[in-house]
């Protein structure tokens, strides 16, 4: 299990089920309405207090060994190779850490929501404490998300932080990764979310979503070279992800790759209208769930 997935296992730990009767305690008395989101956000967000610290730690060290690695390691054979003229016409390191950052946020979105999910109606049960509040079933999804996107915010701001001080490129278009990499967490996370609140039994089944899922994606989406380096047959898995359309929009971002206007708004339309309908999808999971 990876260490985002440990994280969120170890704080959905399984405890007593809640009684029916027992409130939660909301911050203020009774929260207004259309903003019970936030006061679950900020119960996700209060546990990633008791493991900041190595959230700071891998946050940090996780872009620089990568980057290093792949960058000035295959890079310099691939630049070699390909004559000076790197890939896409940048330097491999320039075209490669888009990508490497936009993995992790996916990783860490769909770990999130794996094991924060599956935990908080069958380890934890605070949804179902959650539901003896005001808080309403679509406003405990929107809000776990929101939690996870701010989770995600500080290992991306860590990752963007790592390569503008690396030089990697000028700091400002590093920056512009960030709405890229929220936008793919949202989508992502709600696309996980949304099957996994089905689930009402672990059986082994959780893990087949960072093992045939987000791995053969990372893979597949043209993270380390591009699509169109894949045999025609395999290029539509490359269409179908999400994390491609987030990295082609983050390789437009960074360096400006040639991308054509009306392709740019196909990959922001594409992740928009995944996390809509998931998001919805999820939502309605968690009444039907919870109204039982």
């Given at each position: 299990m990876s260490t985002s997935s440990a994280s969120s296992a170890s704080s959905a730990a399984p405890a007593s089920k809640a009684s029916p009767t027992t409130p939660l305690a909301v911050p203020g008395g009774r929260p207004r309405r259309g903003w019970g989101w936030w006061y679950v956000a900020e119960h996700r967000m209060a546990n990633v207090r008791s493991f900041w610290f190595?959230?700071?730690?891998?946050?940090?060290?996780?872009?620089?060994?990568?980057?290093?690695?792949?960058?000035?390691?295959?890079?310099?054979?691939?630049?070699?190779?390909?004559?000076?003229?790197g890939v896409d016409g940048?330097?491999?390191?320039?075209?490669?850490?888009?990508?490497?950052?936009?993995a992790a946020v996916?990783?860490?979105?769909?770990?999130?929501?794996?094991y924060g999910t599956f935990g908080g109606f069958k380890w934890s049960h605070w949804y179902d404490v959650q539901y003896q509040t005001p808080i309403r079933p679509w406003e405990m999804a929107l809000g776990s998300q929101v939690g996870v996107l701010l989770r995600n915010t500080i290992t991306t701001g860590c990752y963007v932080l790592v390569v503008s001080l690396l030089g990697i490129a000028p700091w400002w278009r590093v920056a512009l990764l960030l709405?890229?990499?929220?936008?793919?967490?949202?989508?992502?996370?709600?696309?996980?979310?949304?099957?996994?609140?089905?689930?009402?039994?672990?059986?082994?089944?959780?893990g087949f979503i960072e093992r045939f899922v987000t791995t053969p994606l990372a893979l597949f989406s043209g993270t380390y070279y591009p699509l169109s380096v894949l045999p025609d047959p395999l290029q539509w898995i490359g269409w179908i992800s999400p994390l491609w359309h987030a990295v082609e929009l983050g390789r437009w971002a960074m360096y400006g790759a040639a991308i054509p206007a009306w392709l740019l708004a196909a990959h922001v339309a594409f992740l928009a209208l995944l996390a809509a309908v998931t998001g919805c999808l999820s939502a309605a999971t968690f009444a039907r769930r919870l109204d039982r």
């Open positions: 190595s959230l700071l730690l891998i946050g940090l060290g996780s872009p620089f060994i990568y980057v290093m690695g792949l960058g000035l390691g295959l890079g310099v054979l691939v630049d070699r190779n390909q004559g000076g003229q940048v330097p491999y390191l320039v075209f490669v850490t888009p990508a490497l950052l936009l996916m990783q860490a979105a769909a770990n999130e929501n794996t709405p890229v990499a929220m936008l793919l967490s949202v989508a992502v996370g709600f696309a996980v979310m949304s099957w996994v609140a089905t689930q009402e039994q672990d059986r082994g089944q959780l």
